[in-house]
Nanobody
Framework: QVQLVESGGGSVQAGGSLRLSCAAS????????MGWFRQAPGKEREGVAF??????YYADSVTGRFTISQDNAKNTVYLQMNSLKPEDTAMYYC????????????????????WGQGTQVTVSS
């Protein structure tokens, strides 16, 4: 099994920044790629960012504002969020998976076998 623990959420004003972290532990060889998802109240979970080695993908809504990165030595993935907007308010989850992916399919939640408990991000106007 793989355990994922997110941290770094909080409340910020619009235009501010936050950096989320996701630390993986356990049998980390069981996954290959990682992603960040978010879910706002009353909305479906959506993919925010993806990383596999040097490949990264982003949702259109966060491109240019969010950056995903990883520290393999620490088994940790980060999501740097800049220029935050009220519509970024959501619970943010990290997830890990293995297998096939593509630019058009990375955000499909079923591809991810392991999920964290989430960290809340609230952006006020």
């Amino acid at each position: 099994q793989v355990q994922l623990v997110e941290s770094g959420g909080g409340s910020v004003q619009a235009g501010g920044s936050l950096r989320l972290s996701c630390a993986a532990s356990g049998n980390t060889y069981l996954y290959a790629f990682m992603g960040w998802f978010r879910q706002a109240p009353g909305k479906e979970r959506e993919g925010v960012a993806f990383i596999y080695e040097s490949t990264t993908y982003y949702a259109d809504s966060v491109t240019g504002r969010f950056t995903i990165s990883q520290d393999n030595a620490k088994n940790t993935v980060y999501l740097q969020m800049n220029s935050l907007k009220p519509e970024d308010t959501a619970m943010y989850y990290c997830a890990a998976g293995a297998g096939w992916y593509s630019r058009s399919s990375w955000a499909e939640a079923w591809k991810y076998n392991y999920w964290g408990q989430g960290t809340q991000v609230t952006v006020s106007s």
